[in-house]
T-cell receptor, first 116, second 112 residues
Framework: DTGVSQDPRHKITKRGQNVTFRCDPISEHNRLYWYRQTLGQGPEFLTYFQNEAQLEKSRLLSDRFSAERPKGSFSTLEIQRTEQGDSAMYLC??????????????FGSGTRLTVV | QQQVKQSPQSLIVQKGGISIINCAYENTAFDYFPWYQQFPGKGPALLIAIRPDVSEKKEGRFTISFNKSAKQFSLHIMDSQPGDSATYFCAGRLDSSYKLIFGSGTRLLVRP
């Protein structure tokens, strides 16, 4: 197991275009989280899944954002009609509810989105 | 109420010195307090964590001190090394969702 993988690592898109990011969690982890991090700030929670169910969405996640986790494995985060304010690092993390002593989950290296 | 306040924003320490980063929280629903280390272009990596019923935890050169009554906790890095230069984030974990609420980060520079 090589940890949490995110693809692509970098994405440059024109304003108004749609983008989709992928996250592959650690295989035995049943929870998957998406965070957004802007320059000089801490990560902010966007949404999380337990298995395939999306259990919580932040108010930061506007209608232009949608996330899925089909079959409880990998997850995708799509942003429609991108805006310059969407430029950020999008981080994925996974954890297991079967091992609650692992307090911190494992983050991927993120996808850096730049909207021009 | 969910906020975690972190200070200082940046810190410069000489090699061999002690780096101290402080955090404060309000939300009593936090059940765990991790610290993350982040290098440029990388995701945050768990450094050390503490439960609120413990006053101190030490792992190698890293120590968390926790004051439950004051709702404050801090990270101490002993014998700081240039390789410790990174951004450090404290966080509180919400007990139901395991959602993390992060502080705003501290950029640490350890000078040789």
């Amino acid at each position: 197991d090589t940890g949490v993988s995110q693809d692509p690592r970098h994405k440059i898109t024109k304003r108004g275009q749609n983008v989709t990011f992928r996250c592959d969690p650690i295989s035995e982890h049943n929870r998957l989280y998406w965070y957004r991090q802007t320059l000089g700030q801490g990560p902010e929670f966007l949404t999380y899944f337990q298995n395939e169910a999306q259990l919580e969405k932040s108010r930061l996640l506007s209608d232009r954002f949608s996330a899925e986790r089909p079959k409880g494995s990998f997850s995708t985060l799509e942003i429609q009609r991108t805006e310059q304010g969407d430029s950020a690092m999008y981080l994925c993390a996974s954890s297991s509810t079967q091992d609650p002593r692992k307090v911190g989950y494992t983050f991927g290296s993120g996808t850096r989105l730049t909207v021009v | 109420q969910q906020q975690v306040k972190q200070s200082p924003q940046s810190l410069i320490v000489q090699k061999g010195g002690i780096s101290i980063i402080n955090c404060a929280y309000e939300n009593t629903a936090f059940d765990y307090f991790p610290w993350y280390q982040q290098f440029p272009g990388k995701g945050p990596a768990l450094l050390i964590a503490i439960r609120p019923d413990v006053s101190e935890k030490k792992e190698g050169r890293f120590t968390i001190s926790f004051n439950k009554s004051a709702k404050q906790f801090s990270l101490h890095i002993m014998d700081s090394q240039p390789g410790d230069s990174a951004t450090y984030f404290c966080a509180g974990r919400l007990d139901s969702s395991y959602k993390l609420i992060f502080g705003s980060g501290t950029r640490l520079l350890v000078r040789p």
